[in-house]
């Protein structure tokens, strides 16, 4: 008989970390929690996340935390501050020592590396909540999102325009993983790394799916069945400011590149939003955007998630 599919005790540090079932699984799991959240109300009981923050987080934070709520378990916010990383301790330290008392740890961190150290000298799972790296617990809720509107990953068009971040690299995998098409639309000298492109490239080998990059926003849109940005500066760009608004003029997304898109396209953000930079008000609150969804979804996969990783 075929092994049963199961993320127990997994780590989730990229979403190259999944196969295709395995995000199939995510995404079912998170459609059925959604719909009947009361049967899973104890399901992680007695289980204990830490969430170790280096930024600021709204969504992330609340998600993580809400989560483990609804399903019976306690979270707890560990910021920079309050930790002893603050104070020169290692993360390999304290990845052993959090180890002793957590079932699972979730990171939003600078450097993707910092989150590698916690999985690798931690003996408890370890969630990539944010790094400069990548973003895998969003690119989770965005296709939980795309498939609530589209009712399929495969046979449409997804357009990311903007800068090739973290958000853009997940996003990128998470589709082609799922055997999608996507065109990714940056400026020149904000590509997505090579070694990401690559990744995606050799996984859209085994898939059939497909990513395309381009330096034209508004021909990269067209007939686009979703359109996605991110914010233009990240948290730690902020010298970068001014400069970047120059470099990416041609790729907000304004009602003009949303009339080359198809007529039902949806658009989604990851929040927060600049508004008037990478997405104007007429766009993000008119009958396209569905990002509050995508929001909102962010709970839900992670529930998904942290079920499937720590539950019974």
């Known amino acids: 008989m075929p092994k049963k599919l199961s993320l127990k005790g997994r780590d989730l540090l990229a979403m190259s970390d999944l196969s295709t079932p395995e995000i199939e699984l995510i995404l079912k799991t998170a459609r059925t929690i959604k719909k009947n959240?009361?049967?899973?109300s104890s399901a992680l009981k007695g289980k204990n996340l830490g969430m170790i923050f280096q930024k600021p987080s709204t969504r992330t934070r609340v998600s993580f935390?809400?989560?483990?709520?609804?399903?019976?378990g306690q979270a707890l916010n560990l910021t920079s501050n309050e930790l002893q990383l603050k104070r020169g301790e290692t993360v390999a330290d304290t990845a052993r020592v959090l180890s002793r008392?957590?079932?699972?740890?979730t990171a939003r961190v600078f450097s993707h590396n910092d989150v590698l150290d916690l999985a690798k000298y931690g003996t408890i799972p370890v969630i990539n909540?944010?790094?400069?790296?990548?973003?895998?617990c969003q690119a989770l809720a965005?296709?939980?999102?795309?498939l609530e509107h589209k009712k399929t990953l495969k046979n449409i068009k997804t357009v990311y325009v903007g800068d090739g971040n973290n958000v853009a690299h997940s996003l990128a995998l998470a589709v082609v993983q799922m055997g999608g098409y996507i065109e990714v639309a940056t400026p020149k000298g904000y590509e997505m790394q090579d070694s990401l492109i690559a990744t995606a490239q050799k996984i859209g080998k085994q898939t059939g799916g497909k990513l395309v990059?381009?330096?034209?926003?508004?021909d990269t849109a067209t007939q686009a069945d979703v359109i996605y940005?991110?914010?233009?500066?990240?948290?730690?760009?902020?010298?970068?400011h001014k400069k970047r608004l120059a470099d990416f003029q041609g790729f907000q997304i304004n009602s003009d590149l949303l009339a080359r898109a198809k007529k039902d396209c949806i658009v989604m953000h990851c929040l927060p939003a600049h508004r008037g930079e990478e997405i104007t008000d007429e766009v993000v609150d008119g009958p396209n955007s569905v990002v509050w969804d995508q929001a909102e979804n962010r709970l839900h996969a992670q529930k998904a998630l942290l079920y499937l990783v720590l539950g019974k």
């Open 37 to 40: 959240p009361k049967k899973y």
């Open 65 to 72: 935390e809400v989560a483990m709520y609804q399903l019976g």
């Open 101 to 105: 008392f957590l079932d699972a740890m």
């Open 129 to 136: 909540a944010l790094s400069d790296y990548e973003h895998p």
């Open 142 to 146: 965005d296709l939980l999102t795309i």
């Open 213 to 218: 990059l381009s330096y034209n926003a508004q």
């Open 229 to 240: 940005v991110d914010v233009w500066t990240s948290m730690g760009q902020e010298e970068e």
